[in-house]
């Protein structure tokens, strides 16, 4: 179900790209994370949709039996203990797509990851003067 690779322009443009069950799905955590996040910008990187905030934020992306989530490796660190019924990676969480989205946990890390950005932000300023 990954889609075909074609260039984006939006994350609406993405998320159209796939089946109703599975856009369902996207647009709920992209709300998600609008709202963990609301000063957050959208974009696609990667052809795939990003938010970013004083840096990269958190990525999502569809395929075939997963929505994979990337909220960096400090993210998937930070929440190793909740994220470890999952597959994964270093930076990446596999959602299993017949299976309902762990909201709240979703929000938590991009909440986290929010605080992050905007922490180093503040630290590379103060170093530059």
Do not use: C, W
């Not at 992306?61 to 990337?70: N, Q, V």
């Not at 660190?77 to 797509?97: D, M, N, W």
Request: charged letters at 30%; glycine letters at 4%; a positive charge.
């Amino acid at each position: 179900m990954e889609s075909k690779r074609k260039a984006f322009n939006s994350i609406d443009e993405y998320i159209a790209n796939f089946p109703a069950e599975v856009q369902k799905k996207l647009r709920e955590l992209r709300s998600v994370i609008k709202a963990a996040a609301p000063a957050a910008e959208e974009r696609i990187s990667y052809q795939i949709p990003a938010f970013t905030l004083k840096g990269n934020l958190v990525y999502f992306a569809a395929y075939k039996k997963h929505i994979g989530f990337y909220p960096t490796s400090s993210g998937i660190r930070a929440f190793k203990h909740e994220l470890s019924i999952y597959e994964g990676g270093k930076g990446t969480v596999q959602f299993p797509i017949d299976k309902p989205l762990p909201l709240k946990l979703i929000r938590k890390i991009v909440k986290f990851r929010v605080a992050e950005n905007l922490k180093n932000a503040e630290i590379k300023l103060s170093e530059r003067k």
